[in-house]
């Protein structure tokens, strides 16, 4: 079992920066690669962010364009969202995710979530 805690969300304005944490604690927590899903009102649930578990893998959502970067403390078992120059359609309820790969945790396979964390941004 891995237990996920997301924290760092707020209400911005546009342009301004946020930093979403996660800390992943369970036995086999460490095993696991990280990442971040968003989910906006009315939308499917898409991929913003991921990092393996070593770290030598890291994948960003089309829409990113090198506003973000995800890092991860392996020793702390955490990984942080930096998120620059945010924009409205940044808004969403970010969700922290851990699973075997990011295309299983992608397509449905053995996944755990988060309670996620609220990102506004205001125009």
């Known amino acids: 079992q891995v237990h996920l805690v997301e924290s760092g969300g707020g209400l911005v304005q546009a342009g301004d920066s946020l930093r979403l944490s996660c800390a992943a604690s369970g036995s086999t927590s460490s095993s696991y690669g990280l990442g971040w899903f968003r989910q906006a009102p009315g939308k499917e649930r898409e991929p913003v962010a991921w990092?393996?578990?070593?770290?030598?893998?890291?994948y960003y959502g089309y829409f990113v364009k090198g506003r973000f970067t995800i890092a991860r403390d392996i020793a702390k078992n955490t990984i942080t969202l930096q998120m620059n120059s945010l924009k409205p359609e940044d808004t969403a309820l970010y969700y922290c995710?851990?699973?075997?790969?990011?295309?299983?945790?992608?397509?449905?396979?053995?996944?755990?979530w988060g309670q996620g964390t609220q990102v506004t941004v205001s125009s």
């Open positions: 995710a851990a699973g075997a790969s990011f295309g299983a945790v992608q397509h449905g396979g053995e996944a755990y």
């Open positions: 990092i393996s578990r070593s770290g030598d893998f890291t």
